[in-house]
């Protein structure tokens, strides 16, 4: 039976009167049972059968002026059979005995290990001794944590009813009804984020909602900050207005109409004008929209009223012992195992109230090699986190150290990171190890020692990482007087300080002499953007100036970001910064670099990304033979790479290549030195190669370490000079042949090629075991596809877009009798117009596939009887192709049929489970067959039909859906401004239909 405790001062008769009429109150109306209230000192516990959540979220809103504290009592451990007494006295008298026996040998009992080999012995007798373990406890290494172990926002431990519940309640609304608000409070730690994580990225939801928005609040933000973030994360454009009632009325076009999802994360500000005028400015969104906040702070319910609230307690033993098991590393079951229990149990009594510290410790000792950690030390501490952090080895504390130079809910890039860190010199690999792997090998620890956590706006494989707040303030407050980080405008700078960062938010001048002149030197100096930016957006600029005599000043100087500053070119005085291994420009005006950067001989890393105005490199860029990442990519054209770029054979990543028939610029031979290159390539340009010999000394098929290529001829993927020379053809197909890739290559991408055929080595699928994607994009000449395509063991991505003479997808003498696209999950058709049908399906064939988006391929007839799919779109066709039974299909899109007038929609026994239908831009739509028999519409609260075309379209069957679908549905009908008789349109509809919502868009 659940309790709860309510904390205030009963020796003042006021609040005991009030929380007694309070009490008595809800009795009365019959709300709760209560069985039991004990007033005692200050508390009064109340016990019954109610849900003791609920009870907590009544009392805050009603009693938030004088109580103190409201929670839920833990329910007190089940009481022991007179069997399980006796048999817990016996085993703490045997273990007196052995605490009494001086001869005895280290009990596992008495050690905090976490079973792992690497753990050789670390007590809690106070003793610092090393001995072995026990053999029952040990385990190999290769049941050590992966990085894949960590992957956040699959599964989260102990929360999936509270999960169930809050989905409940989000979902409860899309079909119209009045917008959520959602409270989930609970201290640092405890999960508030990974929650909100897995509701944000949850599938459902996705479909459920118009618009989502993740917010991270922060202690300095008020409106005018939080409306800018709002436009930012929704426009995905930086936002530079500071008048008010403008951005309201931003914000407010932004979400009109539409059915959003707002994520308030660390939403502890308790302003209550604050919380006013931003829910009267959300007020403007569809109907249905959910605002779900995580705050730290009981009152936020209070003040908004909040109509749910959900606490985060701390989890039970069970779960507490199931993530313990997972971040320790141990191999077997706990509970199978009476040591591994004991030891689990005394941490999760000591962590268990917070879920980080708890993995923080598992990660500590899943990694901990022969360090000594006494019972005493455990306990004494007063922040776990802080324990982790001391005992971590002096280049993981290094690596951390620098992360302090980044503000808090920076979002870090692991790969851009690894590469600080080695400028930085964190990394200090072993003979014959590259750097980068084992700078990713330390970035994998952290991650595991819950040092970094997966951002929650990102997909696990964008690699995109965030601290914990609590972790954060650990970091920064060791990392000592080294490290500085400062916000425009800047303030004094101490002259201990070696590396130093600007963080800056809005457009500033900076005089940087001015404001280092108490500095001796400086090895590091970063120009940050804050909290959650994305590297292609235009941010504001800092203008900074005294950057030449900064560079004679600071000629020590290793590490140097000047990304997203107003530079247009970089002082000839950085010839001095000789020790220089890490320079960033992205995202400036820069227009050119200065032939004395090739001087810098010890130069590692250049990035120059999204320089738009930046046209080529220096011509003796060849000398900077150190150069390991040169990262120029742009979001149009390319930069020209200088002749004699393949003598830097120490590269490994190289994103962008283009091949130029230039002399003076490198061609595609050139590629040929480079046998390190890793990761990405888009290799561009290939028109200009004449020769298939000539493609061949690229010897791509050597290069093992890509993982991503594109290849493609003339930049914008397609010739615009139709009348194609059969000359050309053929030196595309040879230079085609001789650009295969290793086997280990995931991701290919083809575009504008101008043979007539495919090479030998994309019909046979042991040439690309690996392939995840495939994209063929303006291969115009194609008429058939690779045959192998169908049998590529790991595709899981296939798009082909505008092969306009292809008329089948796969031909029926192409299969070999074998299962059909076996991992095949999208398939995206786009502007393929001569296309007839796709292919003839088996049983078994394409047991994995999801979702098929098929546009501008107007001659399709048919479609396979695919019964895996959930989704399907179909866009700008002459007609709807014939759709057969699709037994799993839950969303079907059809949209910009703009000369159709009719169409049949499938029975509804082939469409057993649609619940979503949405038909949208069809101008002349007059009569949508089978439209009123869609009962599995009818019977599922959470289903919307979506009709985006004139109001006098398809009235008939509207009517006959309105009558017959009642309460159940909420049609979305978004009116054409030719059209302006909303009248007469609702009056086709039943009054009992739930919602019907008008939207006026321009004419299409």
């Known amino acids: 039976m659940p309790t709860v405790s309510i904390t205030l001062d009963l020796t003042c008769c006021r609040c005991r009167s009030k929380i007694e009429k309070i009490l008595c ?12 209230v004990v007033y005692e000192k200050d508390k009064v516990l109340i016990s019954g059968p109610f849900d003791a959540v609920d009870l907590c979220c009544k009392l805050r809103c009603k009693a938030r002026g004088f109580v103190c504290k409201i929670e839920i009592v833990p329910p007190p451990p089940p009481k022991l059979t007179k069997e399980e007494e006796e048999e817990k006295k016996k085993e703490e008298e045997e273990e007196k005995k052995k605490t009494e026996d001086p001869k005895r040998k280290p009990d596992a009992c008495k050690q905090i290990i976490p079973c792992d080999n690497q753990l050789k012995k670390i007590r809690l007798d106070g003793s610092h001794n090393v001995s072995p373990l026990p053999e029952d406890v040990l385990h190999s290494s290769s049941d050590l944590p992966t990085y894949s172990t960590f992957q956040a926002g699959h599964k989260i431990v102990g929360r999936d009813d509270i999960r169930q519940k809050i989905m409940e309640k989000m979902l409860l609304g899309r079909n119209g009804g009045s917008n959520t608000i959602i409270c989930i409070n609970g201290g640092s730690g405890l999960g508030k984020t990974s929650l909100l994580r897995v509701l944000y990225n949850d599938q459902e939801l996705m479909d459920a909602f118009d618009e989502r928005i993740w917010i991270q609040i922060s202690d300095k933000l008020d409106t005018v900050m939080l409306f800018r973030k709002i436009i930012e994360f929704a426009t995905n454009d930086h936002c530079s207005i500071t008048n008010i009632d403008l951005l309201q009325e931003l914000v407010m076009e932004e979400i009109k109409d539409k059915k959003f999802l707002l994520v308030l994360d660390d939403a502890d500000t308790e302003d209550q004008q604050f919380w006013n005028s931003v829910f009267e400015v959300l007020n403007a969104g569809a109907k249905g929209s959910v605002v779900i906040m995580a705050t730290r702070t009981c009152d936020i319910a209070a003040l908004r009223d909040a109509a749910h609230v959900y606490f985060l307690n701390p989890l039970s033993e069970e779960d507490n012992l199931k993530v313990f098991q997972q971040y320790s590393g141990v191999g077997t079951d706990i509970q199978n195992n009476p040591n591994l229990m004991m030891v689990a149990k005394r941490f999760i009594s000591m962590f268990g109230a917070n879920l980080l510290n708890l993995k923080a410790i598992g990660g500590l000792l899943c990694h901990t090699d022969g360090v000594s950690l006494d019972k005493h030390k455990f306990e004494s501490s007063v922040i776990p986190l802080q324990l982790c952090h001391d005992v971590l080895p002096i280049h993981l504390k290094k690596c951390l150290a620098f992360c302090s130079l980044f503000p808090e809910d920076y979002i870090f890039d692991k790969h851009n990171m690894v590469l600080q860190w080695i400028s930085h010199g964190c ?64 303030c004094s700078i101490l002259e201990k300080i070696l590396h130093l960062s600007v ?58 970001d000047l990304s997203h500053t107003e530079i247009v070119e970089l002082p000839e005085s950085i010839v001095g910064l000789r020790n220089l291994q890490h320079l960033s420009v992205n995202n400036t005006k820069i ?65 962008v290549f283009h091949s130029s028939s230039d ?43 890509l993982q991503d290529l594109t290849l493609q001829w003339h930049d914008g993927g397609v010739d615009i000079d139709v009348d194609d020379d059969e000359a050309d053809c053929v030196v595309a ?177 082939a469409l057993p489970v649609l619940r979503k239908l949405e038909i949208k831009s069809c101008r002349l739509l007059s009569s949508v067959d089978g439209l009123s028999a869609l009962t599995t519409v009818q019977s599922c609260m959470q289903n919307r039909l979506f009709l985006w075309t004139s109001p006098c379209s398809v009235s008939d069957q509207l009517a006959d859906f309105g009558e017959q679908h009642k309460v159940y549905s909420s049609i979305w009908c978004h009116l054409d401004p030719l059209f302006q008789q909303k009248g007469i349109f609702i009056s086709l509809l039943s009054d009992q239909l739930l919602t019907l919502h008008f939207t006026c868009l321009l004419k299409f």
């Open 25 to 36: 109150c809800i009795q009365e109306r019959c709300e709760f049972v209560f069985e039991k």
């Open 591 to 655: 227009k050119s670099l200065p032939s004395e950067l090739c001087s810098l001989i010890n130069l590692q890393t250049l990035e120059a990304r999204y320089c738009r105005f930046l046209t080529e490199l220096p011509g003796d860029t060849k000398g900077l033979v150190k150069l390991r990442h040169v990262d120029l990519t742009k979001e149009l054209d390319h930069v020209h790479l200088p002749h004699g770029i393949g003598q830097l054979t120490e590269l490994r990543t190289l994103p």
């Open 733 to 909: 197909e040879q230079v085609l042949e001789s650009l295969q890739p290793h086997t280990n290559i995931q991701e290919l991408a083809i575009r504008g090629y101008k043979g007539s055929t495919f090479p030998a080595w994309m019909q046979h699928p042991s040439s690309l075991p690996k392939l995840i994607s495939l994209t063929l994009d303006g291969c115009c000449n194609c008429t058939q596809l690779p045959t192998m395509i169908a049998h590529l063991p790991s595709l899981k991505f296939l798009s082909v877009r505008r092969m306009c003479d292809v008329k089948q997808l796969l031909s029926s003498d192409d299969t070999y009798g074998l299962i059909k696209f076996p991992s095949l999950e999208l398939l995206n058709l786009w502007e393929m117009y001569g296309l007839e049908e796709l292919f003839e399906a088996s049983q078994g064939d394409c047991p994995r596939l999801r979702k098929v988006c098929i546009s501008r391929c107007p001659d399709l007839k048919t479609l396979p009887c695919t019964p895996s799919v959930t989704e399907l779109v179909l866009h700008c066709c002459h007609k709807l192709p014939d759709i057969p039974g699709l037994v799993n299909l839950a969303s079907l899109r059809i949209e910009g049929f703009h000369g159709v007038r009719s169409f049949s929609l499938p029975a509804p026994t």
């Open 663 to 705: 002399a003076s610029h490198c061609s595609i031979s050139e590629l040929g030195s480079l046998h390190n290159l890793r990761g990405c390539l888009w290799l561009s340009g290939l028109e200009s190669v004449k020769a298939g010999s000539k493609a061949q000394e690229a010897n791509l098929k050597d290069k093992h370490g």
């Open 427 to 490: 990394v200090r690999p072993a003979e014959g190890c590259d750097p980068e792997d084992v700078g990713v090998e330390y970035f994998n620890e952290l991650l595991c020692r819950s040092f970094f956590q997966y951002s929650p706006i990102h997909n696990d494989k964008d690699d995109k990482f965030v601290m914990h707040e609590l972790v954060y303030k650990v970091v920064e407050s060791a990392s000592g007087d080294e490290y500085f980080k400062t916000e425009v405008p800047m």
């Open 503 to 560: 963080v800056s938010s809005q457009f500033e001048t900076v005089e940087l002499m001015q404001k280092t002149e108490e500095l001796k030197d400086l090895l590091t100096f970063l120009v940050v953007q804050p909290e959650r930016k994305l590297s292609s957006i235009s941010f504001p600029r800092l203008n900074l100036v005294g950057l030449d005599d900064f560079f004679l000043k600071f000629t020590s100087l290793e590490t140097l």
